[in-house]
Protein backbone atom coordinates (compact mmCIF):
# COMPACT_ATOMS: atom_id res chain seq x y z
CA UNK A 1 0.00 0.00 0.00
CA UNK A 2 2.90 2.57 0.72
CA UNK A 3 4.86 1.78 -2.00
CA UNK A 4 1.86 2.67 -4.46
CA UNK A 5 0.90 5.86 -2.23
CA UNK A 6 5.12 7.12 -2.61
CA UNK A 7 4.36 6.05 -6.84
CA UNK A 8 1.06 8.64 -6.79
CA UNK A 9 3.18 11.52 -4.80
CA UNK A 10 6.17 10.90 -7.43
CA UNK A 11 3.35 11.04 -9.96
CA UNK A 12 1.87 14.36 -8.73
CA UNK A 13 4.30 16.14 -8.32
CA UNK A 14 5.84 15.48 -12.08
CA UNK A 15 2.05 16.49 -13.55
CA UNK A 16 2.68 19.60 -11.48
CA UNK A 17 6.44 20.78 -12.70
CA UNK A 18 4.98 19.63 -16.17
CA UNK A 19 1.89 21.75 -15.69
CA UNK A 20 4.20 25.19 -14.49
CA UNK A 21 6.10 24.66 -17.56
CA UNK A 22 3.77 24.72 -19.73
CA UNK A 23 2.35 27.35 -18.24
CA UNK A 24 6.26 29.45 -18.46
CA UNK A 25 6.53 28.33 -22.21
CA UNK A 26 3.37 30.41 -23.39
CA UNK A 27 4.36 33.73 -21.15
CA UNK A 28 5.23 36.42 -23.69
CA UNK A 29 8.38 38.15 -21.61
CA UNK A 30 8.56 41.66 -21.21
CA UNK A 31 11.45 41.68 -23.45
CA UNK A 32 9.62 41.83 -26.19
CA UNK A 33 9.18 38.59 -27.85
CA UNK A 34 7.16 37.74 -30.46
CA UNK A 35 7.41 40.81 -32.64
CA UNK A 36 6.98 41.07 -36.20
CA UNK A 37 8.11 44.38 -37.51
CA UNK A 38 8.99 47.67 -35.78
CA UNK A 39 6.30 49.02 -35.28
CA UNK A 40 5.30 46.21 -32.61
CA UNK A 41 7.76 47.62 -30.79
CA UNK A 42 7.90 50.56 -28.78
CA UNK A 43 10.05 52.73 -26.10
CA UNK A 44 9.12 52.67 -22.69
CA UNK A 45 10.12 55.37 -19.74
CA UNK A 46 12.49 57.77 -19.71
CA UNK A 47 16.37 57.57 -19.03
CA UNK A 48 16.83 57.53 -15.06
CA UNK A 49 13.31 55.12 -15.04
CA UNK A 50 14.42 51.67 -13.19
CA UNK A 51 12.05 49.73 -15.43
CA UNK A 52 12.57 51.65 -19.36
CA UNK A 53 13.71 50.37 -22.75
CA UNK A 54 12.57 48.85 -25.96
CA UNK A 55 9.09 46.47 -25.19
CA UNK A 56 6.09 45.09 -27.49
CA UNK A 57 3.65 47.94 -27.64
CA UNK A 58 1.30 45.32 -26.01
CA UNK A 59 3.69 44.90 -23.10
CA UNK A 60 2.09 46.76 -19.73
CA UNK A 61 4.98 49.03 -19.37
CA UNK A 62 5.41 50.35 -15.08
CA UNK A 63 7.65 52.81 -13.76
CA UNK A 64 9.68 52.24 -10.25
CA UNK A 65 12.61 51.63 -8.69
CA UNK A 66 15.90 52.49 -7.50
CA UNK A 67 18.00 51.65 -10.54
CA UNK A 68 18.86 53.63 -13.44
CA UNK A 69 17.85 52.97 -16.63
CA UNK A 70 19.45 54.56 -20.34
CA UNK A 71 16.36 54.84 -22.11
CA UNK A 72 16.61 54.14 -26.22
CA UNK A 73 16.29 55.96 -28.88
CA UNK A 74 14.24 53.63 -31.13
CA UNK A 75 13.12 49.99 -31.31
CA UNK A 76 13.77 47.42 -33.91
CA UNK A 77 12.24 44.06 -34.42
CA UNK A 78 15.18 41.25 -35.29
CA UNK A 79 14.43 37.85 -35.25
CA UNK A 80 11.64 38.19 -33.61
CA UNK A 81 12.41 40.69 -30.29
CA UNK A 82 11.79 44.18 -29.95
CA UNK A 83 15.98 45.68 -29.65
CA UNK A 84 17.39 48.66 -27.98
CA UNK A 85 19.24 51.16 -30.73
CA UNK A 86 21.67 53.24 -29.07
CA UNK A 87 23.54 55.87 -30.42
CA UNK A 88 26.39 54.00 -31.67
CA UNK A 89 28.72 56.00 -29.91
CA UNK A 90 28.96 59.44 -27.48
CA UNK A 91 32.02 62.32 -28.32
CA UNK A 92 30.08 65.53 -26.90
CA UNK A 93 28.38 67.29 -24.68
CA UNK A 94 25.75 67.77 -26.56
CA UNK A 95 25.43 64.26 -27.65
CA UNK A 96 25.17 63.24 -24.06
CA UNK A 97 22.29 65.63 -23.12
CA UNK A 98 20.13 64.30 -25.84
CA UNK A 99 20.19 60.98 -24.24
CA UNK A 100 21.20 61.02 -20.66
CA UNK A 101 20.36 63.51 -17.11
CA UNK A 102 22.00 66.96 -16.70
CA UNK A 103 24.30 67.09 -13.77
CA UNK A 104 23.66 69.97 -11.27
CA UNK A 105 26.62 72.06 -11.95
CA UNK A 106 28.05 75.05 -13.81
CA UNK A 107 29.29 74.49 -16.61
CA UNK A 108 27.11 71.34 -16.73
CA UNK A 109 28.24 68.39 -16.79
CA UNK A 110 26.71 65.08 -18.91
CA UNK A 111 27.73 61.94 -17.54
CA UNK A 112 27.22 58.08 -19.91
CA UNK A 113 26.88 54.99 -17.67
CA UNK A 114 29.96 53.43 -18.07
CA UNK A 115 31.26 55.91 -19.87
CA UNK A 116 33.19 59.40 -20.13
CA UNK A 117 31.71 62.51 -18.48
CA UNK A 118 31.33 65.78 -20.68
CA UNK A 119 31.59 69.17 -19.91
CA UNK A 120 29.83 71.88 -21.73
CA UNK A 121 31.79 74.14 -23.51
CA UNK A 122 32.27 77.33 -21.57
CA UNK A 123 34.78 80.44 -21.54
CA UNK A 124 36.40 81.68 -18.62
CA UNK A 125 37.70 84.96 -17.56
CA UNK A 126 40.18 85.54 -14.00
CA UNK A 127 39.78 89.27 -12.39
CA UNK A 128 41.82 89.78 -9.77
CA UNK A 129 40.68 86.87 -7.14
CA UNK A 130 37.18 86.74 -9.32
CA UNK A 131 36.59 84.30 -12.03
CA UNK A 132 34.03 84.63 -14.33
CA UNK A 133 32.09 81.58 -16.40
CA UNK A 134 29.43 81.62 -19.28
CA UNK A 135 28.56 78.54 -20.92
CA UNK A 136 28.14 78.73 -24.49
CA UNK A 137 24.22 78.11 -24.30
CA UNK A 138 24.27 80.87 -22.08
CA UNK A 139 26.26 83.02 -24.33
CA UNK A 140 23.92 82.34 -27.73
CA UNK A 141 20.71 83.24 -25.48
CA UNK A 142 22.15 86.36 -24.54
CA UNK A 143 23.00 87.09 -27.87
CA UNK A 144 19.60 86.29 -29.74
CA UNK A 145 17.86 88.51 -27.15
CA UNK A 146 20.13 91.33 -28.18
CA UNK A 147 21.28 93.66 -31.28
CA UNK A 148 22.79 90.27 -32.61
CA UNK A 149 19.08 88.95 -32.96
CA UNK A 150 18.81 85.29 -34.18
CA UNK A 151 21.42 85.60 -36.66
CA UNK A 152 24.32 83.23 -35.30
CA UNK A 153 26.54 81.09 -36.45
CA UNK A 154 27.72 77.58 -35.21
CA UNK A 155 31.14 79.22 -34.95
CA UNK A 156 32.41 80.71 -32.23
CA UNK A 157 35.74 81.34 -29.96
CA UNK A 158 36.18 82.37 -26.27
CA UNK A 159 38.95 84.97 -25.67
CA UNK A 160 40.22 84.17 -22.11
CA UNK A 161 42.42 87.39 -21.92
CA UNK A 162 39.52 89.68 -22.84
CA UNK A 163 36.89 87.44 -21.62
CA UNK A 164 34.65 87.74 -24.52
CA UNK A 165 32.70 85.25 -26.48
CA UNK A 166 32.74 85.44 -29.98
CA UNK A 167 29.93 84.52 -31.86
CA UNK A 168 29.97 84.37 -36.03
CA UNK A 169 26.97 86.08 -37.44
CA UNK A 170 25.06 85.40 -40.08
CA UNK A 171 24.94 88.83 -41.41
CA UNK A 172 25.81 89.95 -45.20
CA UNK A 173 28.20 92.54 -45.34
CA UNK A 174 30.99 93.43 -47.99
CA UNK A 175 34.29 93.34 -46.96
CA UNK A 176 33.13 92.08 -43.05
CA UNK A 177 32.93 89.29 -41.14
CA UNK A 178 30.60 90.50 -38.36
CA UNK A 179 30.44 88.53 -34.65
CA UNK A 180 28.82 89.31 -31.82
CA UNK A 181 30.81 89.89 -29.13
CA UNK A 182 29.73 88.51 -25.46
CA UNK A 183 30.90 89.72 -22.17
CA UNK A 184 31.47 87.21 -19.98
CA UNK A 185 31.84 89.31 -16.88
CA UNK A 186 28.73 91.85 -17.40
CA UNK A 187 26.59 89.76 -19.95
CA UNK A 188 26.78 92.34 -22.27
CA UNK A 189 27.01 92.38 -26.34
CA UNK A 190 27.98 94.33 -28.72
CA UNK A 191 28.19 93.15 -32.76
CA UNK A 192 32.24 93.24 -34.02
CA UNK A 193 32.03 94.30 -37.98
CA UNK A 194 35.55 92.96 -38.36
CA UNK A 195 35.58 95.00 -41.78
CA UNK A 196 39.10 94.96 -43.88
CA UNK A 197 39.82 97.21 -46.45
CA UNK A 198 38.45 100.95 -47.06
CA UNK A 199 35.02 100.98 -46.24
CA UNK A 200 33.16 103.97 -48.10
Given amino acids: MKPLLVIGLVLLVIAIVLGFYSIASTVTYPEGKEC ?20 NKNYQWTSGGDC ?25 YEECAKQYPIMESYPPKCMVPGGPTFTEDSCQYKKGEDIFILTISD ?10 GDRLKETYMCNNYTGTYWIDLDIDKPGCNPACVVNVETRQTEINWRCTGLIE
Avoid at 36 to 55: K, L, M, P, Q
Avoid at 68 to 91: H, L, M, Q, Y
Avoid at 139 to 148: D, G, L, T, W, Y
Fill in 36 to 55: INDEDCIVFGETGDCNCGCF
Fill in 68 to 92: FCAAPISCKCIDGRCVDVFVEKINS
Fill in 139 to 148: AKSIAINSEC
